[in-house]
């Protein structure tokens, strides 16, 4: 299919906030998918509402659905084939209970009077998990942050250890269930024994 194929297909409008902004370990899916046309930047932007954003195993970054607390969550939007989505799906593990693709309203930073809400949508914490992790975050304290933040950025993603780096032999969904079940005090990652 040639480029003008791609054009004609429905783009999805995709928030980023983690691992796939630039820069950062998982840029290089979307970077190929620019080079095949399955995929365009369209600029920095942020969540419209606050939402709760922490560093879970292994420094990997969790939006949590719980609007209104938490913080203005800044990140990258794109606009991405069908393909291209099918493709960050397998990447953040939908059907596998990991994240799952939601709606997000956004808007672009530095615009000016030209900040038009967005309609996207966004890798969210599992259901299945979320409230948990929110809870080992500090969200279930009244007036405590927690270890919430606003944006992804190196200082966050320190010590951040790529997928095939991590133990094979426990599953991701354990990992968070280990993450969850420790003090909030211990280190982010999973110590293999």
């Not at 791609?6 to 820069?23: D, H, M, P, S, V």
């Not at 992790?133 to 405590?144: L, S």
């Amino acid at each position: 299919m040639g480029a003008a194929g791609k054009e004609e297909e429905k783009q999805a409008l995709i928030f980023t906030y983690g691992t796939l902004k630039k820069g950062f370990s998982n840029h290089g899916l979307l970077e190929n998918m620019f080079a095949t046309g399955d995929a365009s930047y369209l600029g920095p932007y942020t969540t419209l509402d606050e939402f709760p954003l922490l560093c879970g195993p292994f420094k990997v970054p969790f939006l949590l659905n719980f609007p209104g607390s938490g913080h203005r969550v800044a990140g990258e939007l794109y606009a991405v084939s069908p393909a291209a989505l099918a493709r960050m799906d397998e990447l953040e593990g939908t059907t596998k209970g990991h994240y799952e693709r939601l709606p997000v309203k956004v808007e672009p930073v530095g615009r000016g009077e030209e900040k038009a809400v967005m309609r996207a949508e966004a890798y969210y914490a599992h259901r299945s998990y979320a409230e948990e992790m929110w809870r080992r975050g500090g969200g279930g304290e009244e007036g405590n942050g927690g270890a919430f933040f606003g944006s992804y950025t190196e200082k966050e993603a320190e010590g951040y250890v790529k997928r095939a780096d991590r133990p094979q032999h426990v599953s991701f969904l354990d990992q968070i269930r280990l993450f969850i079940s420790s003090p909030a005090n211990t280190s982010n990652s999973y110590d293999s024994d």
